[in-house]
Nanobody
Framework: QVHLVESGGGSAQAGGSLKLSCVTS????????LGWFRQAPGKEREGVAV????????YYADSVKSRFTLSQDNAKNTVYLQMNSLKPEDTAVYYC?????????????????????WGQGTQVTVSS
């Protein structure tokens, strides 16, 4: 059972930056899809960015492309989400998610139900 623990959420002004971290309880050695989803009040959970741990390929939601960057540090079992140029509509609870043993593809961003492992979430609030 893999555990995911997020940190780094908080409050920021529009145009500001935050960096989220997600530590996995063990090394993800098999090719898997790991990344970030978010859920705003009254809205469905949506994919933000994911990385294919086998190829290093990343996929981003159109709404965050060029503003958010996903990176990973395999030595630390950690994946990061650098969020720049934040907007009030980025306000949500951000979740780290893992689909173990499967590769990533763009459409997986719209398939939160296919991810079997989730962190507890971290709140990001952006004020205008």
């Amino acid at each position: 059972q893999v555990h995911l623990v997020e940190s780094g959420g908080g409050s920021a002004q529009a145009g500001g930056s935050l960096k989220l971290s997600c530590v996995t309880s063990e090394s993800i050695d098999d090719r898997s899809c790991l990344g970030w989803f978010r859920q705003a009040p009254g809205k469905e959970r949506e994919g933000v960015a994911v990385v294919d741990t086998g190829t290093g390929g990343t996929y981003y939601a159109d709404s965050v492309k060029s503003r958010f960057t996903l990176s990973q540090d395999n030595a630390k079992n950690t994946v990061y989400l650098q969020m720049n140029s934040l907007k009030p509509e980025d306000t949500a609870v951000y979740y780290c998610a893992l689909r173990r043993g499967y590769y990533c593809y763009r459409e997986i961003l719209m398939a939160a139900g296919k991810f079997g492992y989730w962190g507890q979430g971290t709140q990001v609030t952006v004020s205008s």
